[in-house]
């Protein structure tokens, strides 16, 4: 096997191009060789782990490191399957930098051993966009028509949408083509902009590449099942069916995915309309659940996805088949909450219309649901007018007499409109510095009240993520890249300080998933075995684990946290206390020792908590030498 990384360096401004060779030992993967090359380049970059291609379950990720211009700081995002295909070029990393004079394509292709073909071609994007399936579809079907004659096996696309031209929060899309025909599975690297980074940095709106190379993958099938019957005393396939039950089917809750395990289980946990909820009563948002969600919402996606088990892989053999469809359309639980409860809908009509059209305009769904919840509260709340906003209606949020169906279109339809209100830069709404830089700008006039309905995590001068959505203390935290699964995300009560430590252990187990691009749905066995499969094949294991250490504290060392601006993130963490001890009846004098601190001042008492929790981060995270 290679002992070598890879890497395509392209720039796009002059089309010349190069490869460079990182020895293993310095390099492991996408993230830690990612990390150097942003250094030395301000690059972006695209790569595979030393696994793509094997018969390890997940293995297959493509993941994106680069400067986010949404976070402002270095990030990492990845989608799934789409390094199966780019395994084929024989290289392990492609990273961009200069900038085209247009938009283009990057054509990257590489047939029967040949040296790897690189072409840029402009591309009038605006119209490709407006045409056909719109947006990121629309790219993608043109991209695949017009190069798919250059590929002896099915290529891959990777496109963004008109909303990586005009805001931070652009993501990167790219779907399954398998026979000629191109898949409605959509995979995503939508957290960070990467989106937007590609277009605005290096004037790139598409890239399709492919190939014919077979290199030395690991496919020993006899040799992984004798390394899990040691470890788990079952096989390979075995234990991978038994780690991804929740992704596929979970007998527990009578549904599956993340959508359907989540919505199942949430309870009395569940947001809604832009966090209010989580000032209600339990038996209100109980009362909500039910009627809303289970009765209604889930119901819906258990009839439709799970019985008629409407369901795929992200493009490369997997037994998890997490990617639950109705048609065209793709249920994840983070965008269907943002873009569903969390904006007023429950409906999934009307939240298939929202997450379809904020797609296809290429938005990271997660942070454009956050937008759009917090923009349809000001306007309830009446601190901004449609006027202002240039759209036609106001959002329908009381819960008496709710129409299910109905009201949760209207809601629908209002996300539409503030989509199109965002990207043609309509009345007040100018997002193109950012969602935060916006909101600080307007409370000066409107009063701080409208940067206080918004909840996100603050990083550096400008930068800003919507959280995961889970009411936990755990997604507001000041670890160095928020809006992935770089902390603990746990319903119980920890205390800060030990909050940051055991989320700084956690970033180095995802860092390790990520550095060797593998999928985190398989972590139930993936990161217990993966640096033993490290040792086996290359002899490496206490060198790879000794590096994701050091790559731990270097990505920390950029850590540029800021305290909570607003006041919802406030009562974010306080209502997730007083719930631990009002509902969960948790009796722990640690507990009541915050909740006195809060009754006296929140806006201290959540300084000192959020100040605990980075002590932790910081003292775990040090680089050591």
């Known amino acids: ?65 680069g400067f986010s211009p949404c976070w402002q700081g270095n990030y990492i995002s990845s989608m799934g399957g789409a390094g199966l295909v780019f395994d084929n070029l024989g290289i392990n990393m492609l990273s961009l930098t200069g900038k085209t004079s247009h938009p283009s394509v990057l054509i990257l292709n590489r047939n029967h051993g040949e040296e790897i073909e690189v072409e840029i071609v402009p591309v009038d994007a605006d119209a490709v966009w407006q045409s056909g399936r719109t947006g990121v579809y629309a790219l993608t079907d043109w991209v695949y028509d017009k190069f798919k004659g250059r590929y002896s096996n099915d290529p891959r696309v990777l496109a963004v949408g008109p909303a990586a031209q005009e805001t931070d929060m652009g993501g990167i899309m790219s779907v399954p083509i398998e026979n000629g025909e191109i898949s409605f599975v959509d995979t995503w690297a939508g957290r960070g902009g990467f989106g937007s980074a590609m277009l605005q940095e290096h004037g790139i709106v598409a890239i399709i590449y492919g190939g014919t190379l077979v290199d030395e993958d690991f496919r ?50 569940i947001m809604a309309f832009n966090y209010r909820t989580n ?104 601190l901004l007018t449609p006027e202002e906003l240039t759209v036609t209606r106001l959002p329908r949020w009381k819960m008496e007499n709710f129409d299910v169906v109905a009201d949760s279109l209207h809601n629908a339809d209002l996300g539409c409109e503030l989509i199109d209100v965002i990207l043609q830069r309509r009345g007040i709404i100018d997002f193109s510095e950012g969602v935060r830089k916006w909101s600080r700008i307007h409370s000066r006039t409107k009063g701080f009240a409208l940067h206080d309905l918004f909840v996100y995590t603050a990083h550096n001068r400008r930068g800003w993520m919507v959280p995961n959505q889970y009411w936990v203390s755990g997604v507001l ?33 995802e860092l390790l998933l990520d550095n060797l691009g593998t999928c985190r749905f398989h ?89 605990q929790t980075l002590m932790g981060i910081d003292e775990s995270l040090r680089e050591l030498f």
């Open 279 to 382: 000032l209600w009563s339990e038996e209100q948002r109980l009362e909500l659940h039910q009627k809303f969600i289970v009765d209604h919402y889930l119901k819906q996606f258990n009839e439709e996805t799970i019985e008629k088990k409407q369901q795929a892989t992200c493009g490369e053999p997997c037994v998890a088949v997490c990617k639950k469809m109705n048609g065209e359309y793709k249920k994840d639980y983070e965008p269907y909450q943002t873009m569903g409860p969390l904006c007023g809908i429950f409906d999934q009509r009307a939240a298939e219309k929202l997450n379809h059209h904020c797609d296809a305009m290429g938005f990271d769904a997660i942070s454009a649901g956050g937008v759009l919840a917090w923009l349809m509260d000001l306007l309830d709340e009446g």
């Open 523 to 611: 972590r139930g066995w993936a990161e217990e075995m993966l640096p033993e499969i490290v040792g086996s094949l290359y002899n490496k294991k206490e060198r790879f684990l000794q590096l994701i250490n050091v790559l731990a504290g270097r990505i920390n060392s950029g850590n540029s946290p800021v305290f909570w601006e607003s006041e919802a993130n406030i009562d974010y963490l306080h209502s997730f206390l007083q719930r631990k001890r009002d509902v969960d009846d948790l009796q722990d004098p640690r507990l009541q020792e915050w909740l006195n601190a809060f009754a006296g001042n929140k806006f201290e008492a959540a300084r000192e908590f959020w100040y």
């Open 477 to 509: 935290v000041p670890m160095a890249m928020m809006g992935k699964y770089y902390m603990i995300y746990s319903y119980d009560f920890i205390p800060p300080r030990t909050l940051g430590r055991m989320c700084a252990e956690r970033m180095k187990k």
């Open 1 to 65: 096997m290679s002992m070598f990384q890879r890497v395509l360096l392209v720039d796009t401004g002059s089309a010349f191009y190069k490869t460079i060779k990182y020895p293993l030992e310095r390099y492991f993967g996408p993230v830690d060789l990612g990390m150097h090359m942003i250094e030395k380049y301000r690059s972006l970059n695209f790569g595979v782990g030393v696994f793509a291609g094997s018969i390890l379950p997940g293995s297959n990720r493509l993941v994106v490191t």
């Open 220 to 269: 020993d099938h006899k040799v992984a099942d004798e390394w899990f019957q040691n470890k788990y005393n079952l096989r390979l396939l075995k234990k991978d069916l038994e780690v991804t039950s929740k992704y596929r089917f979970d007998e527990k809750f009578n549904t599956g995915g993340t959508l359907g395990v989540n919505y199942a289980s949430v309870g009395g946990k």
